[in-house]
Nanobody, 119 residues
Framework: VQLQASGGGSVQAGGSLGLSCEASGIIFSIISMGWYRQSPGKQRELVAT???????NFADSVKGRFTISRDNAKNTVYLQMNSLEPADTAVYYC??????????????WGLGTQVTVSS
């Protein structure tokens, strides 16, 4: 399984960035795809997820600023980040949760991509 993320980079506060992540080599059915982030000295935290049915979940801190979408045919998830703040600076990780069987799910993680927002 490979999660190939692209996007990210550096931007000034108030700016926008987009992330995308394509999952390949997955043989199980995908439950959800999404993004987590981790800043230095902090725990990894949820940013946003989207299920195969289109249900969305966002961290309170990004609601109204970030949008998440996916292309099920391409196993690709997108994160559009607007009105970025310095607090959004973090390494962003793509995740894919799959259904192995009735009792077991599995989560795959990408390597992470850096997002830096300067004030």
């Amino acid at each position: 399984v490979q999660l190939q993320a692209s996007g990210g980079g550096s931007v000034q506060a108030g700016g926008s960035l987009g992330l995308s992540c394509e999952a390949s080599g997955i043989i199980f059915s995908i439950i959800s795809m999404g993004w987590y982030r981790q800043s230095p000295g902090k725990q990894r935290e949820l940013v946003a997820t989207i299920t195969s049915g289109g249900s969305l979940n966002f961290a309170d801190s990004v609601k109204g600023r970030f949008t998440i979408s996916r292309d099920n045919a391409k196993n690709t998830v997108y994160l559009q980040m607007n009105s970025l703040e310095p607090a959004d600076t973090a390494v962003y990780y793509c995740t894919v949760a799959v259904n192995v069987n009735r009792e077991r799910t599995l989560t795959y993680w990408g390597l992470g991509t850096q997002v830096t927002v300067s004030s």
